[in-house]
């Protein structure tokens, strides 16, 4: 229950000003159709961040416990830095909404925005951790959805309320204070 939660509340924080609620403001703005926008969002998450929690679930297998204590420890902190640098939204990502439908526009383009960003690696490093791999992208998926859903039906005028400092600053403490514990040996109760 601890993966579930933990991964939820950190991807809820290290989404809120990330490239992709950036791009759920864009495409609401531009399409004014929450519902397909919301299932794109859901199915793209599921997809990459299941494809990161099997990769985080293979990394378990495949490194030793040791050399994964200091691996997942040196990402969680290197996380809390990338967490306090802004994203901004690729010009690309946008431009493939026009040819595919909403539902389309939105699946491609957030999977393509998610490939390689923090929340995705994020998913690798706790499925990793927490070898529970299923209640982490469950919870990192809850964690999109918390940060993305609220952006497709408010817009802007929840963006300029809210300060994007301070929950970025939260979210890298987060990520911070799991690195600290991975690296004092925190885990070791599921194998590291």
């Given at each position: 229950?601890?993966?579930?939660?933990?991964?939820?509340?950190?991807?809820?924080?290290?989404?809120?000003?990330?490239?992709?609620?950036?791009?759920?403001?864009?495409?609401?703005?531009?399409?004014?159709?929450?519902?397909?926008?919301?299932?794109?969002?859901?199915?793209?998450?599921?997809?990459?961040?299941?494809?990161?929690?099997?990769?985080?679930?293979?990394?378990?297998?495949?490194?030793?416990?040791?050399?994964?204590?200091?691996?997942?420890?040196?990402?969680?902190?290197?996380?809390?830095?990338?967490?306090?640098?802004?994203?901004?939204?690729?010009?690309?990502?946008?431009r493939?909404?026009?040819?595919?439908?909403?539902?389309?526009?939105?699946?491609?383009?957030?999977?393509?925005?998610?490939?390689?960003?923090?929340t995705q690696?994020?998913?690798?490093?706790?499925?990793?951790?927490?070898?529970?791999?299923l209640?982490?992208?469950?919870?990192?998926?809850?964690?999109?959805?918390?940060?993305d859903?609220?952006?497709?039906?408010?817009?802007?005028?929840?963006?300029?309320?809210?300060?994007?400092?301070?929950?970025?600053?939260?979210?890298?403490?987060?990520?911070?204070?799991?690195?600290?514990?991975?690296?004092?040996?925190?885990?070791?109760?599921?194998?590291?």
């Amino acid at each position: 229950m601890e993966s579930l939660l933990v991964s939820t509340g950190v991807v809820a924080l290290a989404e809120i000003g990330d490239k992709t609620q950036l791009l759920a403001f864009i495409l609401a703005a531009r399409f004014k159709k929450p519902l397909p926008i919301v299932l794109g969002i859901l199915a793209a998450t599921v997809v990459n961040h299941g494809l990161a929690g099997a990769l985080g679930a293979w990394i378990t297998s495949a490194v030793s416990p040791q050399v994964l204590r200091w691996l997942l420890g040196l990402s969680f902190l290197g996380m809390a830095v990338w967490t306090l640098i802004p994203d901004e939204i690729e010009e690309d990502e946008t431009r493939i909404a026009g040819r595919l439908g909403v539902f389309g526009a939105t699946l491609v383009t957030f999977f393509l925005a998610e490939m390689g960003d923090k929340t995705q690696i994020a998913t690798v490093a706790m499925a990793a951790h927490y070898a529970a791999p299923l209640l982490v992208v469950i919870g990192t998926t809850a964690g999109m959805l918390i940060a993305d859903v609220p952006a497709v039906f408010v817009g802007d005028r929840l963006a300029a309320r809210i300060p994007m400092k301070l929950v970025h600053a939260i979210a890298a403490a987060i990520f911070a204070a799991l690195g600290v514990a991975t690296l004092l040996g925190a885990g070791a109760r599921v194998g590291l």
